[in-house]
């Protein structure tokens, strides 16, 4: 067990929708990392929160949204699904900014969406 | 940009035998990463190899880093089928943060008696 907890597990949504996946990362740490995995795009970093701030964006759509709250646990918000936004979405957690080289992030379970 | 290559992408192996994952980064590294995720599971860290010439093992699984040839292997010694699974490694652009890791698409080990 990682320490870094996701709910739910699995979603199932119809095209169109939106749906909200979040995580709770390890106790003390204040990064919150979220990815996106695939199967033709692999494992791709979408966006990184540092202790309630933006501080990373990679490859996340404008339809993606996401926000770290004072409590530091981190939502991903997902709008006007389709059907590739199937995926599994990962958020990991480290202790301090991620700049530094020793960095090492753990990773949630995962949530499972599957858009219908 | 940052492009990690990993081969081969699918393994099947024998009990007892041995075998090596390559993968190659293409621009200066200094960070890399080798994860271990089972089916529908969570990303595990195995190793991480902050320098060239850094080698680490823990069981069967050893892994190692040439800075110079932009290369990391992931050995694996008299494989045992616990081991199945697929394995990733990433690397960061030197001087860079966390969150620019690219991660390669993964080899899936598949061990059997």
């Known amino acids: 067990d990682s320490g870094v907890t996701q709910t739910p597990k699995h979603l199932i949504t119809a095209t169109g929708q939106r749906v909200t996946l979040r995580c709770s990362p390890r106790s003390g740490d204040l990064s919150v990392y979220w990815y996106q995995q695939s199967l033709d795009q692999g494992l791709q970093f979408l966006i990184q929160?540092?202790?309630?701030?933006?501080?990373a964006k990679g490859n996340i759509l404008e339809r993606f949204s996401a926000q770290q709250f004072p409590d530091l646990h981190s939502e991903l918000n997902l709008s006007s699904l389709e059907l590739g936004d199937s995926a599994l979405y990962f958020c990991?957690?480290?202790?301090?900014?991620?700049?530094?080289?020793?960095?090492?992030?753990?990773f949630g379970q995962g949530t499972r969406l599957t858009v219908v | 940009e940052l492009k990690v290559e990993q081969n081969p992408l699918f393994l099947s192996m024998q009990e007892g035998k041995n075998y090596t994952i390559y993968c190659n980064y293409s621009t200066t590294s200094d960070r890399l990463y080798w994860y271990r995720q089972d089916p529908g599971k969570s990303l595990e860290s195995l190793f991480v190899l902050l320098s060239n010439g850094a080698v680490k093992q823990e069981g069967r699984l050893m892994a190692s880093l040439d800075t110079k040839a932009r290369l990391s292997t992931l050995h694996i010694t008299a494989a045992v089928h616990d081991l199945s699974a697929t394995y990733f490694c990433?690397?960061?652009?030197?001087?860079?943060?966390?969150?620019?890791?690219?991660f390669g698409k993964g080899t899936m080990l598949l061990v059997s008696p």
């Open positions: 990991a957690s480290s202790a301090g900014t991620g700049l530094s080289m020793n960095t090492e992030a753990f």
């Open positions: 990433a690397a960061r652009p030197r001087n860079s943060g966390y969150s620019t890791l690219t």
């Open positions: 929160y540092y202790n309630g701030e933006e501080r």
